[in-house]
């Protein structure tokens, strides 16, 4: 097991202040499912001028993934719904971790399934490199670097708190 | 003892292939009824297709003719961004005397990844999975009498969108079951995802008393059989399956099963009313019912093509 240990609530808070100075009048967020689009719940209740815009997208990558074929259709398939019109929206989207880029990916072809945006911003809680395509976030609360078998995710208790579960891989 | 596993399930318990609903689990009918519910949304988009099975072949093997089952299958799979091959086989090889294996083997060649098969023969499209390569999927777009397992899905998640629940309903089947692949898929469906109360109501002639074994009341009175019924599933009169005098004819019939506005107002106030199509007016279903408040029959359609969008992509994520 890993003895990693993040902590996921005061990362939350530089994300917070991230996003502030990203955020522009007139943009859109949008929540990566899942834990993205609990990033963006909790910044529209926590930043008034967020809040102000609406109610946030939640985008899925699941009908876009390229490893349909070896593991199958991913859950979330249902989990897109924009309450806005992307034709020529500046939107801001939000994901838990970014790791090779492959999600980030899927998700804009699923959003361009919905309009045309006239620009998409990336915000991200935890970076942990390993790229394998040419994407990169605006901003990210932290850079960690992990075994690429390791699988790190956001999880969220009943009080809405955030915290980081890290599994060692299987085996 | 040895178990014999399931053809449609990999070692995992996923589905590879859909050849028939008879055995399998609540939890894959329920997951292809949930993944049906995203695609209808696809509807909704600018951008109305996903990339599931690009690059995929599907071949449309209908040796049995059939317009609406072979167009929502292509729509379906084109949704999915699959290239689409419509054979006319009745017309072409197999009236030339090929073989059915022979067939497959041919356009197995010609890279094939999925057949959706329909076939006057019950069990072929087993046929076709248990000699088809290991990365192609077949799906059985109704066989002879046996099974029709998307339209029983496409039946189900119809029920459920205007239902909700199943696990409290009264579902009366009617007409002639005993040639209805239809008939039979529904009746597993149902059974598997927990509803109580099944009725198969029709003359003798066309109710096969074995039904009972299905966990199905036979009802060969009309008005008991729709009597509080939640769904009435009326079914075609299948006069090219029909040998022999197992019917006085159609007007005697209509008379005694037909689905008129009075029969109707036997069953609950909110009944929903079913058919596979295509639809004989005044045969198996009045007019006034069949374009009715009750009737969900349109939507089935519109529903069909979501369902059989989840079923292709699901196997097609499968291995075998």
Not at chain 1, 2 to 22: H, M, N, P
Not at chain 2, 40 to 69: C, Y
Request: aromatic residues 6%.
């Amino acid at each position: 097991m890993s003895t990693l240990t993040l902590d996921a609530e005061a990362l939350y808070a530089e994300l917070r202040s991230g996003v502030s100075a990203l955020w522009r009048p007139g943009m859109a967020l949008m929540g990566v499912w899942s834990g993205g689009a609990w990033l963006a719940e909790r910044l529209v209740a926590d930043l008034p001028a967020l809040a102000e815009a609406g109610k946030p997208g939640v985008i899925s990558s699941a009908l876009h993934r390229d490893d349909f074929g070896a593991r199958g259709l991913a859950s979330g398939t249902d989990a897109t719904k924009i309450p806005y019109a992307v034709d020529g929206a500046h939107i801001l989207l939000l994901d838990d971790v970014l790791f090779t880029g492959r999600t980030t990916r899927a998700v804009i072809n699923e959003l361009f399934d919905f309009g045309r945006p006239a620009s998409v911003t990336l915000a991200v809680l935890v970076d942990r490199g390993g790229r394998e395509l040419p994407i990169q976030p605006a901003f990210a609360a932290a850079k960690v670097a992990l075994p690429a078998e390791q699988k790190l995710a956001l999880a969220r208790d009943e009080a809405g708190r955030f915290t980081f579960s890290v599994r060692a891989p299987r085996g | 003892m040895l178990m014999k596993r399931n053809p449609q399930l990999n070692a995992h318990g996923e589905l590879i292939h859909l050849l028939s609903i008879e055995g399998l689990p609540r939890a894959v009918l329920t997951h292809i009824l949930d993944t049906a519910g995203t695609f209808l949304s696809v509807n909704d988009r600018e951008v109305k297709k996903v990339p599931l099975l690009r690059g995929k072949s599907v071949f449309n093997l209908f040796f049995e003719n059939s317009t609406r089952t072979r167009t929502t299958f292509e729509i379906a799979a084109k949704r999915l961004s699959a290239d689409v091959i419509n054979l006319d086989i009745a017309k072409s090889s197999a009236s030339k005397g090929e073989s059915l294996l022979d067939t497959i083997a041919n356009l197995s060649a010609m890279h094939a990844d999925m057949f959706v098969v329909r076939h006057s023969e019950s069990g072929a499209p087993y046929l076709i999975a248990q000699h088809c390569a290991p990365h192609v999927h077949v799906v059985n777009a109704g066989d002879g009498r046996h099974a029709h397992p998307t339209q029983g899905l496409l039946d189900m998640y119809t029920i459920r969108h205007f239902k909700k629940d199943f696990t409290s309903l009264s579902v009366a089947i009617v007409g002639d079951i005993v040639h209805s692949r239809v008939a039979r898929s529904d009746i597993h469906a149902l059974t598997t995802l927990g509803v109580p109360d099944i009725r198969a109501v029709g003359p003798k002639t066309l109710v096969p008393g074995d039904l009972k074994h299905m966990g199905v009341r036979v009802c060969h009175s009309m008005e008991e059989g729709i009597r509080g019924a939640d769904v009435i599933i009326m079914l075609r009169l299948q006069n090219e399956r029909m040998s022999g005098a197992m019917l006085p004819s159609a007007g005697e019939f209509f008379k005694n099963y037909g689905l008129t506005d009075d029969k109707l107002a036997l069953a609950k106030p909110d009944a929903i009313v079913m058919h596979p199509g295509p639809i004989n007016r005044g045969v198996e279903i009045d007019s006034t019912v069949a374009d009715g408040s009750h009737s969900v029959i349109l939507p089935q359609v519109t529903f069909g093509i979501a369902v059989r969008m989840a079923v292709m992509s699901i196997i097609a994520g499968n291995d075998a």
